[in-house]
């Protein structure tokens, strides 16, 4: 996929990774953009470049994208060869002119209505007097794709692993962990039972192990996880968490990807809680959404 295969259309082009919540929800927001104006000379292509071995399969993309109702032409970006050369470190999308001139970035604090202003205006570049769908189709208010998408994630591994992790013994193989309860710092994660700690990821090595973790805040809360025999994992709140909000006490754990485990239409300041996770269960992150 190259920009010159636009053939003069403005496109926007979304740099993503599905083990990431926050680029899914941006990714259907602009692929509503993309529905609105498709019929103005706009392209839509986003590339993937995976945080995780299992993500780069093409098959298991195209049912994520399937699953999300995405329907742009999308790159993989295995190799990191298109995060290199545009320079992708936190910026999230970009906008090209009909003629491939890059004319905005978007790293995920502006919001896509902003990305869909930038789109609108290109288009009256090319015709002043162009008849253009309202924007926000006449709504009023502060839209969901007005918010900022911003996340903290904890990799849960041998190496990015140790700045949150309670303590200093976390290293790669096969251990014995200890920390049936206690007080958490915020950001700090612990284990309890037997685990192997690898480069991707933690695993639990017997059906006992615990997993504990305090966040600085969130509204939406994700498990990257996965099992070979398939597993259920339950949670338990340990802290003060809203009845109203959504709290997933099992998680029925596949194949790898993506699993909810908290929904709250509000942030929650210092969320806590616990996980009883089966042998053979990985943990790759945990993502909240601010």
Known sequence: ???????????????????????RTQLQQYQGIY??????????????????????????????????????????????????????????????????????????????TQTEKVIRALIKEKDKNIKLPALNNGQTGVLASDEPLLSVDYYLNADSGKDTFRESKLEAGTSDYIFRSGTLAVDKWALNGRWKVTND?????????RFFIKLVGGREIALVAGSDSGSVIESEKQSKIPE????????????????????????????????????????????SRL
């Open 1 to 23: 996929i190259t920009i010159k295969q636009s053939k003069n259309k403005i496109v926007l082009v979304a740099f993503w990774s599905s083990s990431c919540n926050v680029c």
């Open 35 to 112: 529905d609105k104006y498709k019929d103005y000379d706009v392209e839509f292509v986003t590339i993937h470049s995976p945080e995780f071995v299992f993500e780069a399969r093409p098959d298991y993309i195209q049912e994520v994208l399937d699953s999300m109702g995405v329907s742009a032409p999308t790159q993989l970006d295995n190799d990191y060869k298109d995060l290199d050369a545009y320079g992708i470190e936190s910026v999230n999308s970009f906008v090209a002119d009909s003629g491939g001139t890059v004319r905005f970035f978007n790293d995920r604090t502006l919001g896509t």
């Open 201 to 209: 990821y933690i695993e639990s090595e017997s059906d006992d192990a």
């Open 244 to 287: 109203n909000i959504v709290f997933s006490k099992e998680i029925e754990i596949g194949r790898d990807g993506i699993y909810e485990l908290l929904s709250s239409p509000e942030p929650i300041a210092q969320p806590e809680f616990s996980l009883k996770v089966p042998k053979g269960t990985r943990i790759y992150k945990i993502e």
